[in-house]
């Protein structure tokens, strides 16, 4: 009997987490080679009656932020309602309720579904490899490739991050219309901590899917802000989120206690081209912050 895709992946040798820290080569020629068979079994994978994994929908969001957003896409005019639900909490650093906090219940669902099904998942190793993180767009090497999912992505991406971005930050228009993301997860006794650094984006949301009770200690993010040294260390709640320009200085503070688990999500021009320091925001419209970018993936992974 032929195999499937689905068998054929989780039957495959993968390589060893020393061969990703070291950027073997034969890393990379791992997940090109089976780059088609990993999506056609994450595809298999969803459609399996054991697959375990809920569908993803909007209910998802902060009804809040659903519906603003709803209301700005159907008349961008009304994107002040928007706006005002991102409050400033560092310079240039701002934080929402992203998702329902009672409802995240359903994405961790579907991301422990998805780490249990045994179909390789390449980690998040860029500064460093987190063991309880993956790739999620498209553009990275063993990504998450499950269609529900990448629906979900897409819609969070485009519907959401981007129009807010343009929104806070005016000067990353015509620098955004690429995605990149990730999930990572930090643990007491395993990946606590990363170093000061700033990200290769033009944009980072950072966005907390701790479930409500999954309590943990430490883990704060500390911004830096170069114009007045201030120096201020934040906190997640359940489903809330930061976002920030990928140039603001930052770094992930030890975890003490339990787990935190986020997306981190970016957004750059093509061939990672970010915004000059300094920039003259460009003077657009609501509608035009409220449109879908034209130009397609250009298939550049930061790492």
Known sequence: MQENALETARAVARPSREAMLQRHPSVSTFWNQNSDMFAQAWAEWEMTADAGAPTLESALYDEK??????AAWSDPTKEGAVRDLWKEVFPGVYKTQFFDPE????????????????????????ISLNRGGAMLDTRSEGYLAAPGFQEFYTGLMDRYMRPVSRMLF??????????????????????????????????????????LGEDFSGSGVRFFDHATRQVSELFFEPGTALIHHGTVPHESMPITQGERSNFVLWLYGENGQIPPRNAAPKAVSAAE???????????????
């Open 103 to 126: 409802k995240l219940q359903t994405l961790r669902a579907y991301l422990d579904a998805a780490a249990k099904a045994d179909i390789p998942l390449r980690p998040p190793y860029g």
């Open 289 to 303: 912050r409220w449109m879908l970018p034209t130009a397609k993936s250009d298939g550049f992974a930061p790492f």
């Open 170 to 211: 005016p000067d990353v228009i015509g620098y955004d219309t690429q995605t990149f993301g990730f999930s990572i997860q930090w643990q007491a006794d395993a990946d606590t901590s990363l170093r000061a650094h700033t990200d290769a984006s033009s944009v980072t949301l950072n966005i907390n899917l701790n479930l």
């Open 65 to 70: 932020l659903r519906s603003a957003v709803d």
